[in-house]
């Protein structure tokens, strides 16, 4: 049995082997991670794509074996007594098995019942976790008909059930509005105070694990680095910077600028309507001057992202010269950049009696990035699937590439690209199988069709992967593929829907990167994200709540309906806390004249 004093987990040597099918080597999952997580705390690990996180959760769970190694949790050997092991901890993976026929109430009843917990104290848990996730009110409804934000909180609720010694998420906060993201932190923060419960956790939100007690950084199956945020952070300390893109460029415009000088610069985001920024320890003072084209940047604290992507980019061969941009893999629509490409006027969509989205309005222009937030089950993915022709309004007008979707819907998708926010391709088939089907698809046929291949295998760096299985890609692989499927038949408009949900911020920096080149080249693209950086990517955004739209405008103009009194408290407010702000107020005058 573990004492007060032992560390929750240990590990020592781990190394996991993965043989994928027709793969000539096997991968490595993890690579020698030795590791300890000190007992009663909250402990994240972060690092991209295929790191190697999820595996080390699924060991700690007991719901495999290493090939090498030896690891302990709350003192038990888990190779030797795994049900020992899940025993005494939850685990919540990333697809969490709610079984959305039940209510609410159900599906608590089925989790306790496979766990054991009795009567007694199954009244005593049930009253803590629904004061703590705001579920009571909804005991009754069918898990299927609540919002992502609700679904996870009920998901944390049955994985909480029983009292665990361990607490195990993986990537809990995946597909969760921000509003959502912060109550199902302050419940695990809740968890820690007033139980000590051990939290191990996966995230790649890196301001998620700033909480965190500790911080284990993992890239490529191998642990880079360990330390409590302050230490991660200090990779970046005095490389941190944040500059005003020069008058009529746009902050993404200069992030890509930026990017794509590597010998001057490790990492660069829009914030704020600003551009943030982390230069290399030896750049040329001169050569950073003519990136910003003489634009003053001011010194910033380094934040645990800054650390990490520093930590991370050490770790890839260095670049002697500036990067190629990404070519947009598409020939540029006809049209001038002020045409209005989507129209929409008093859009109404209804499921029975209720009203999904209201009276909503607003237009697009070609080459624009535009923008939908909102909370889970604000709207914003019904207007998203009526923009794509996918759902059809109940009244109102809405126009896409031209043709009104009441009368040409079927014309209209052929002039639209789409990217689903889970992957939506056939895993079974391989990459060049699904060119060819969704060329198909798209009546591209012959020398037309083996062009496009070319060309989208070449922009989204998949050379060489033409025949690996598409359900077997790492992560950001099948993000590329999907981009590339949707880009086939040269769209004029691009819809993506949440597309780099749970994806690491490497993996974000190089969409972003691609999706400016498609802007510049003048697609039109529509993006709905619970990621609010991503907002400031944007040319106009809107914000969606309960059906109405709350905001639109430029991300500084959403900036000013948050923060009206301007001065100090509008300086560079973050896009997520303006977000927060606007649905508050406007569900407390809601509330207020209810």
Known sequence: ?????????????????????????????????????????????????????????????????????????????????PQAVQDRISYMPQRFGLYEDLSVQENLDLYADLHGV????????????????????????????LSGGMKQKLGLACTLVRSPALLLLDEPTVGVDPLSRRELWQIVQQLVDDEQLSV???????????????????????????????????????????????????????????????????DAVPQGGEVRFIRRPEADAAALEALLEGAPAEAVPARLEDGFMVLLRAREARPSEAAAPPQ??????????????????????????????????????????????????????TTFRMLCGLLPASSGFLQVAGMNLRTARAQARGRIGYVSQRFALYGNLTVEENLDFFGGAYGLRGARLRERKRTVLAQFDLLGQEHATSGQL????????????????EPEILFLDEPTSGTDPLARREFWRRITALAEAGVTVIITTHFMEEAEYCDRIVIQDAGKLLAIGTPQQVRVQARPEGGAARQRLSMEQAFIDIVTQARESQGAAA
């Open 474 to 489: 790492p992560g950001g692989f099948k993000q590329r593929l999907a981009m590339a499927t949707g880009l086939l038949h």
């Open 118 to 145: 009795g009567r007694d104290e199954r009244r005593e848990r049930y009253a803590r976790l629904m004061a703590m996730t705001d579920l009571g009110r909804f005991t009754a409804r069918p898990a299927g008909k």
């Open 1 to 81: 049995m573990a004492t007060a004093a032992a560390p929750a987990l240990a590990g020592r040597g781990l190394h996991k082997r993965f043989q994928a099918k027709g793969a000539a080597a096997p991968t490595r999952a993890l690579d020698d991670v030795s590791l300890e997580v000190p007992a009663g705390t909250l402990t994240a690990l972060v690092g991209p794509d295929g790191a190697g996180k999820t595996t080390l959760l699924r060991l700690a769970a007991g719901l495999m074996a290493a090939d090498e190694g030896a690891l302990t949790v709350l003192g038990i050997d888990v190779a030797k007594d």
């Open 200 to 266: 191990l956790v996966s995230t790649s939100y890196l301001d998620e694990a700033e909480r965190c007690a500790q911080v284990f950084v993992l890239q490529g199956g191998r642990l880079v680095a360990q330390g409590a945020p302050d230490e991660i952070r200090d990779h970046a300390k005095a490389l941190c910077f944040i500059a005003a893109p020069p008058k009529g460029v746009a902050p993404r415009t200069l992030q890509a600028r930026l990017l794509d000088a590597p010998a001057s610069i490790i």
């Open 328 to 381: 947009a893999a598409v020939a540029a629509p006809q049209g001038d950049a002020g045409d209005v490409v989507i129209e929409v006027k008093d859009l109404v969509r209804k499921f029975g009696d209720f009203t999904a989205v209201a009276s909503t309005s607003f237009d697009v222009r070609r080459g624009e990035i535009f923008g939908l937030l909102g909370p889970n089950g604000a709207g914003k993915t």
